[in-house]
Nanobody, 120 residues
Framework: QVQLQESGPGLVKPSQMLSLTCTVS??????????WNWIRQPPGKGLEWMGA???????YYSPSLKSRTSISRDTSKNQFSLQLSSVTPEDTALYYC????????????WGQGTQVTVSS
């Protein structure tokens, strides 16, 4: 059973960087052909895909967030991370990490989500 767990600060000040980590257990983030995603949901809005890092380390970003987003991984810890720079209150959201298989649409495993609030 694959499990994902998000971690990081729940409160970030405007203009600062948001950093989150997703720790994966029950499966390796280097296993072919999975991709590891960051998805967020602002209050009262739908899910927004932010980006992903694939099993081979390739990264993919939402065009609307690409200039502010970086996704990396630590294979020794089986973790992948999100950095979002220059945050504003509009970045306040529930942030999720999730796994998808390249050949199957959708996400098969999700973390429980972590609330991040951007406020001074």
């Amino acid at each position: 059973q694959v499990q994902l767990q998000e971690s990081g600060p729940g409160l970030v000040k405007p203009s600062q960087m948001l950093s989150l980590t997703c720790t994966v257990s029950g499966g390796s983030i280097t296993t072919s052909y999975y991709a590891w995603n960051w998805i967020r949901q602002p209050p009262g809005k739908g899910l927004e895909w932010m980006g992903a890092i694939a099993y081979d380390g390739s990264t993919y970003y939402s065009p609307s967030l690409k200039s502010r987003t970086s996704i990396s991984r630590d294979t020794s810890k089986n973790q992948f991370s999100l950095q979002l720079s220059s945050v504003t209150p509009e970045d306040t959201a529930l942030y999720y990490c999730a796994r998808e298989k390249a050949t199957t649409p959708g996400y098969d495993y999700w973390g429980q989500g972590t609330q991040v609030t951007v406020s001074s």
